[in-house]
């Protein structure tokens, strides 16, 4: 099994795909987290130099406070992207992880040279959602970043948020993201490809899941179905952490915090243990 | 047509090239393995399948094979493409399973003994993004090889220039060295191969060929399968024939040689000299193109054939046994 971690590790950090999915999740982080919202936002806190701006007085806009943006409430501005568009990167880096190893053949390699498919599978998932706390953090950092220059250049304060909640805000975000990686490797394996998972996945996560989350309010049967899905307990996980931003794509109160977790937690060990099995009994004809 | 099976092959005769020097001291650890495992193999035989079938749907790709490969040598598997060949490859290394029959690779389960069995199975796979060297490295790291060993194969394979190059912008030729490589790289005591040359130009064609011989150290056993029969014929010592899924023969490649009825074959001038004093000597004859006659005798009929020939005046340039070419025997076998 180390020897299997290693091989995987060693294989993930080498690969272009996790640099960039960082990469964009720190794009993400400050031009929607921070840029965007800066520029159009009303000023509804402090008196520095967005005070005036379109949007001021209540206009229709994008509408950010000015405190969302200041080192305080990294955590809150931070998480409101995960649920929605950092799932969404974690799924595509898990199918590229396990499919690509079918467009590469290279599965070959793992069932030939391996100490075992189990052994194999299981060891690329553990590092593959280890591996997705690389984006989380890029995430985090680049709004700190990004934070700090807002804060300095309005004048207001630069206090960081508690270490405590930076860190559960951390782990709800690696969370969140181990479960669009786990989803991402278990369809990779089951479709033996990347492109079909990727393509099924963002359709999944940006069109049904929203769409069914619009009708929870009108059938009790499909309130309880939304409930249950990655999608909404990601939303309801990053929901915990912000009353400001649960406006945000993707996020949402519907499930307690600690059944969201509970939730995606199930999520993540069902889409291992399920490309784990498959892996294990199927064929490969790769 | 099958060829009888024996329970004791003999080895490859030695005297082959020995491995690199280099390569012998990667080679080590893994020759004391074999050693040890040798004792393992059932019977003398690397490989054994009983009735082996694989069905995909309604078709039947691999139709009750009884396979007997001998521990030690060079053995071929002949079939055109898409007779089943690579079927039964991945059905070996516990790719894929078989829907009935049964399988023993060195007394084991296919696919439980990643230290003992290489492979490279149709085109070599490689992660494009790391370099040859890593690729190999990786795939050391999982069996257990000595990373020592990663360097000494790139070097016997001639791919050290290359090493650092990411894999992806290897050529055809290069991948399919660095495949072998990757199969060689924790010195296996069984190697299969599909269609190694593939790919291949011909001076990559005989360095593979050169490659495997050496390999062939006696105790190593090497599975290649092809379509290429020249490939066949000069490598290996037995071989097995596949058509449309089934086990057409297996045996010495000389047995697939030889003819049912005995001919000669002679070079001589003036041929139609020559066809009437065989003719007085009451054998058959015909020409063969070229200023060849083929003559309907035994071998031990050569001198009295060539004293009548000689006295008559005619020239004898060359004179000997007829034997089938591979392509000829593997017509006659594939369609009867």
């Not at chain 1, 040279?113 to 194999?120: A, D, L, N, Q, S």
């Not at chain 1, 181990?178 to 393509?199: D, E, N, P, W």
């Not at chain 2, 009437?276 to 015909?286: I, K």
């Amino acid at each position: 099994m180390i020897a299997a971690l290693q091989v995987e590790f060693d294989k993930l950090v080498r690969r272009p795909a996790l640099w960039w999915s960082a990469a964009a999740a720190a794009a993400m982080a400050i031009v929607f987290g921070y840029v965007i919202p800066y520029l159009v936002g009303p000023a509804e806190v402090g008196t520095g130099s967005r005070a005036g701006r379109p949007g001021a007085d209540g206009e229709a806009g994008y509408s950010v406070p000015l405190e969302m943006l200041l080192p305080g409430q990294l955590v809150e501005n931070a998480i409101s992207g995960f649920p929605l568009f950092y799932l969404a990167l974690a799924l595509v880096l898990g199918a590229l992880t396990s499919g690509s190893e079918y467009t590469w053949r290279t599965v070959r390699n793992l069932a030939l040279w391996g100490p075992g498919r189990v052994t194999m599978l299981a060891a690329k998932a553990v590092v593959l959602i280890a591996s997705v706390v690389v984006v989380a953090v890029t995430a985090f950092v680049a709004g700190a970043a990004s934070s700090l220059v807002i804060a300095l250049i309005e004048g207001e304060s630069v206090s960081p948020p508690p270490a405590g909640e930076v860190l559960r805000g951390l782990a709800a975000a690696w969370l969140i993201l181990a479960v669009g990686a786990a989803l991402g490797l278990a369809g990779g394996v089951l479709a033996r490809s990347s492109g079909a998972v990727i393509g099924a996945g963002l359709v999944y996560l940006f069109v049904v899941e929203l769409l069914l989350r619009t009708f929870v309010s009108s059938s009790s049967v499909i309130e309880a179905t939304a409930k249950t899905l990655p999608g909404t307990n990601a939303g309801s996980l990053a929901g915990s952490f912000t009353e400001t931003a649960q406006g945000a794509p993707g996020v949402n109160d519907l499930v307690g915090t600690w059944q969201a977790v509970a939730a995606l937690v199930a999520w993540t060990a069902a889409a291992v243990v399920i490309a784990t099995a498959v892996f294990d009994r199927r064929d490969i004809h790769a | 047509m099958v060829g009888s099976t024996r329970s004791a092959y003999p080895s490859r005769p030695s005297g082959k090239r020995p491995l690199t020097p280099a390569c012998m001291t990667a080679a080590r650890a893994g020759y004391d393995r074999r050693m040890t495992n040798e004792a393992a193999a059932t019977d003398g035989a690397a490989i054994r399948t009983s009735e082996l079938t694989r069905r995909f749907g309604d078709q039947t790709v691999v139709d009750s094979i009884d396979l007997e490969v001998p521990a030690g040598g060079i053995f071929g598997l002949l079939g055109p493409n898409g007779s089943g060949k690579s079927t039964t490859l991945r059905m070996l290394t516990g790719l894929i399973e078989p829907t009935s029959g049964d399988v023993e690779v060195l007394g084991s389960r296919p696919g439980t003994m990643p230290q003992r069995v290489g492979a490279v199975i149709e085109e070599p796979a490689v992660y494009p993004y790391l370099s040859g060297r890593r690729n190999l490295e990786l795939l050391a790291k999982l069996v257990g090889a000595p990373s020592e060993a990663v360097d000494e194969h790139l070097e016997t394979i001639g791919l050290a220039s290359a090493a650092d190059r990411p894999a992806g912008s290897y050529s055809t030729g290069m991948r399919q060295r660095l495949g072998i490589a990757a199969a060689l790289v924790h010195d296996p005591e069984l190697l299969l191969l599909d269609e190694p040359s593939a790919g291949l130009d011909p001076s990559g064609m005989v360095e593979i060929r050169e490659l495997l011989e050496r390999l062939a150290d006696g105790t190593r056993t090497i599975v290649v399968s092809s379509h290429l029969l020249t490939e066949i014929d000069q490598i290996c010592d037995r071989v097995a024939i596949i058509h449309r899924g089934q086990l057409v023969f297996q045996g010495e490649l000389d047995e697939l040689h030889q003819r049912d009825e005995e001919e000669l074959r002679a070079r001589v001038h003036p041929a139609e000299t020559a066809t009437d004093v065989l003719d007085d000597l009451g054998v058959d004859v015909h020409a063969a193109g070229d200023g060849e006659l083929v003559v309907g005798a035994a071998v031990d009929r050569t001198p009295e054939i060539v004293r009548a020939l000689v006295a008559a005046d005619v020239d004898v340039f060359e004179i000997g046994e007829r034997r089938r070419t591979l392509e000829e025997a593997y017509m006659e076998v594939t369609t009867s």
